[in-house]
């Protein structure tokens, strides 16, 4: 006797001469009454409590028959179906997730699984375009130009981040900055910022 094989619906799987037991949909198991003729079954599906989701040959094990191309194909489009609607409902739910992860945290992928972990805002490497970070004090840029002159950055002033951040040398990090007062974008060492925030993602 062979494993139960799901059905999704369609033509008879197997052929004549070969005894099947049948599961219906309505969840009884029991033995087909045309044992040797299956092909006379409705293997359709209609949405019924009568429809077929499951077979499976009562041949003797040490008898086994090898699927058809039809059945490994039905088979394979029943599985292929399947994951795709199990991929549409795991990214609705991710997406739900995404909108709900407090700041700070991030969502990471491992081995097929994903997790909410904290995001280290101290590391500046961390920091994406849009986020808010204060300037802890008066500094320089890597021009040598104070920024109060050169950037109009101001002291305990928040500004919004603009570019990746970059490794300038010698430990020492830069970041491209904007402010809703001026268009123009400056760099600064993210030694003299905080970071603050992540504005929240916009939904429907």
Not at 21 to 35: D, H, N, Q, T
Not at 177 to 201: H, I
């Amino acid at each position: 006797m062979s494993d139960w094989i799901e059905w999704n619906g369609g033509e008879c799987p197997v052929g004549h001469g070969n005894p099947v037991e049948v599961i219906f949909r309505e969840g009884m198991p029991r033995p087909s009454k045309l044992a040797y003729n299956p092909s006379c079954l409705r293997w359709e599906h209609t949405q019924t409590s009568y429809d077929i989701v499951a077979y499976r040959s009562l041949r003797p094990r040490e008898e086994p028959t090898e699927l058809s191309i039809e059945e490994l194909l039905t088979q394979a489009n029943y599985h292929a179906a399947k994951a795709a609607e199990h991929e549409r409902k795991r990214a609705s739910l991710i997406e739900e997730v995404t909108k709900r992860i407090p700041e700070g945290f991030v969502l990471t992928e491992s081995l097929g699984k994903t997790f909410v972990e904290y995001e280290d805002m101290t590391d500046p490497f961390n920091w994406k375009v849009g986020d808010v970070v204060e300037c802890l004090r008066t500094c320089r840029t890597s021009n040598g130009i104070s920024a109060n002159e050169y950037t109009k950055f101001s002291e305990g002033a928040h500004y919004i981040v603009d570019s990746e951040v970059w490794e300038y040398g010698f430990g020492v990090n830069y970041v491209f900055l904007k402010s809703g007062d001026y268009e123009t974008r400056r760099e600064m060492s993210t030694k003299y910022l905080k970071w603050v925030s992540r504005p929240s993602k916009e939904t429907n």
